[in-house]
């Protein structure tokens, strides 16, 4: 299905309205929310062997481990060990941020378009990220384009890690000159997005899948956060490896770290067996921190993001979310993979984001469904403190992640 003038973004994000963002925040969904942010991505390498057909996969190996490259001379490249692109400071840049305007892109989702919303103060827009031994590298689609030539990269998640996909399709859809040809396909269930760019053969994906293991908010329309149960050994479902075979398997709630961990060890089973370790690169998104609670800055008891316009300056600041607990999950499945011979990189976008009080949409989205009187008297009770406004913080993710495929 060609999706030319139909947005596919704005279908798919109707969904997301459905998520408790509404008035009954309570701390189970604190819980739950943090949950489903976590994802990742992977970049499928083709075996770029165009030129010589062979029927064998090819050999070719990938391996971006900043830590392990030992070119130390150069400390503003991000291969210096020293770097740590995760630990740094939001610099205001006015003159290089945003680095597209939302009206530029043609994809740009109507839950993440603040300014087209009615947004007044835009200063969210002109924020660097500077990590503290180095520069990130200057965001250039072509350059992308070039490393993704013949390949797809694979944003797998939910509808976080889809503002990511947004994000990205639209870092590089305005830094192409017209002459280039693109084209968006969607399923009819909108579970996954393909974005093409036909001159490089490359796409750019999303797939709609939260936590990777079948759950009954999969339907990326009608998913319910508050009703969520998770089939931790239904990930072969998402990764089309066959359906998942007991349709009477056992649907529980369990409490959501055991979940988590559970869901992981899954996803790293599935890993282990499925992925070609030759051909794919896998990152993964640490959590995406929410600004729920205002009393966890400081501010008023009651109050969320709703009218911060200011971000956060106590360093190493951390809300309750982020919880180290799922970190340490995320951390030891890495690791376990890695003893299996099988690299995960994580991008600990936590911090950086945590930081970001002023960057959600707030209010300043569409309204999928009318407001009612209530909350139109108690704007707290329907701002999204969640997702994160375009042109803004996952533009940021997207650069770090640039900066780790483009160094490969
Ligand atoms: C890199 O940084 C180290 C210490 O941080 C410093 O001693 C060294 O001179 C720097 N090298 C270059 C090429 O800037
Ligand atoms: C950037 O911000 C400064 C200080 O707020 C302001 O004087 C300047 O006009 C701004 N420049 C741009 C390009 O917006
Ligand atoms: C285009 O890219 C896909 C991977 O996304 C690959 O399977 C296919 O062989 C490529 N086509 C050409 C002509 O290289
Ligand atoms: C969406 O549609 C695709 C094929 O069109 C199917 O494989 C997939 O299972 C569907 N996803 C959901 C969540 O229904
Ligand atoms: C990956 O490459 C290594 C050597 O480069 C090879 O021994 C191994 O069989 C390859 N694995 C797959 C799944 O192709
Ligand atoms: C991410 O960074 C935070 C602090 O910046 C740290 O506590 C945490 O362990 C890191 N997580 C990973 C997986 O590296």
Known sequence: MKLAKVQPIVLVAGGSNTWGIRNTFHSLLAILTTLIVISFIYLKQDNGTQLSPSPSPSQEHLEIDVSQDDDTNNNNSLSSSKCDLFNGKWVFD?????????????????????E??????????????????????????????????????????????????????????????????????????????????????????????????????????????????????????????????????????VEMLRVYEMALRTWSDWLE?????????????????????????????????????????????????????MMQVVENAVEGLKTRGLNVQILNITQLSEYRKEAHPSIYRKQWEPLTQKQIQDPNSYADCIHWCLPGVPDVWNEILYAYILQQ
């Not at 006015?94 to 603040?114: H, R, T, V």
């Not at 070609?276 to 993001?305: I, Y």
């Open 116 to 253: 087209k919303f009615g947004r007044k103060d835009l200063s969210y827009q002109n924020w660097r990220w500077k990590p503290n031994h180095c520069d990130l590298p200057r965001f250039n689609g072509a350059a992308l384009l070039e490393r993704l030539r013949n390949k797809r990269l694979v944003f797998v998640g939910d509808s976080l890690n889809r503002g990511q996909w947004v994000s990205m399709v639209c870092l590089v859809e305005t830094s192409l000159s017209s002459i280039h040809h693109t084209s968006m396909h969607s399923t009819a269930n909108e579970s996954l997005n393909i974005w093409k760019v036909k001159e490089y053969n490359a796409t750019i994906e999303h797939y709609w899948s939260p936590l990777l293991v079948e759950s009954n908010s999969d339907d990326p329309v009608h998913h319910r956060v508050v009703e969520r149960t998770v089939r931790v050994n239904a990930i072969e479902k998402h990764a089309r490896w066959g359906t998942f075979g007991d349709p009477n398997g056992v649907y529980k709630k």
């Open 94 to 114: 006015n003159e290089s941020y945003p680095l597209y305007k939302d009206k530029e892109c043609k994809f740009m989702s109507d839950q993440l378009a603040c």
């Open 273 to 325: 067996v499925h992925v070609d370790r030759n051909k794919t690169q896998l990152f993964f998104v640490s959590m995406s921190p929410t600004h729920e609670r205002a009393e966890e800055w400081g501010a008023a008891k009651g109050d969320n993001c709703y009218k911060e316009t200011e971000m956060i300056t106590k360093e190493g600041y951390s809300g309750e979310g982020s919880d180290p607990k």
